[in-house]
């Protein structure tokens, strides 16, 4: 699968879910919110294919706009690559992002073998349809 297509697959059901598509900032290439009573989720998605930043440094680059959007809901920060290193999905499996109160979690996905992982099962079913 290349990035058009996942891109176009998990728009097509965050919109089925009720998701609006967000303003880009950088390093973003997908963003998404969806209010509800319950709290605001916001996933947002980066291309990790070519970049040496850490998910820590890329999540600090985002922080504010996090902080902006999510208030007291539940964000997603989805790493896209194609055959990561291994250090690179343990760095993501260990990353604890926090904005003001509010939790945002890490998750990747691998465009090569379609294999993923998700901080918090809520998004599982969001973005994957699991």
Same mark, same amino acid.
């Given at each position: 699968?290349? +990035?058009? &297509? #996942? ?9 089925? *879910? ?6 880009? @900032?950088?390093?973003?290439?997908? $963003? #998404?919110?969806?209010? =509800?009573?319950?709290?605001?989720? %916001? ?12 998910? +820590? &440094?890329? #999540?600090?680059?985002?922080?504010? /706009?996090?902080?902006?959007? @999510? ?10 690559? $194609? ?5 690179? @999905?343990?760095?993501?499996?260990? $990353?604890?992002?926090?904005?003001? =109160? ?8 691998? *465009? $090569?073998?379609?294999?993923? /992982? ?8 969001? %973005?994957?349809? &699991?």
């Amino acid at each position: 699968m290349d +990035m058009h &297509e #996942f891109m176009g697959g998990v728009r097509a059901r965050l919109h089925r *879910l009720g998701y609006s598509d967000l303003a880009l @900032v950088a390093p973003l290439a997908s $963003a #998404f919110i969806k209010p =509800s009573p319950f709290g605001t989720s %916001v996933i947002a998605i980066t291309d990790g294919r070519h970049t040496t930043d850490s998910a +820590m &440094e890329r #999540f600090d680059r985002l922080r504010t /706009w996090f902080s902006g959007l @999510v208030g007291n809901g539940r964000g997603l920060l989805l790493f896209v690559y $194609a055959n990561p290193p291994y250090a690179t @999905v343990q760095d993501i499996q260990k $990353a604890r992002f926090y904005t003001n =109160s509010a939790g945002i979690d890490a998750g990747f996905y691998d *465009l $090569a073998s379609g294999t993923h /992982w998700l901080s918090y099962s809520q998004f599982e079913q969001d %973005v994957f349809g &699991e």
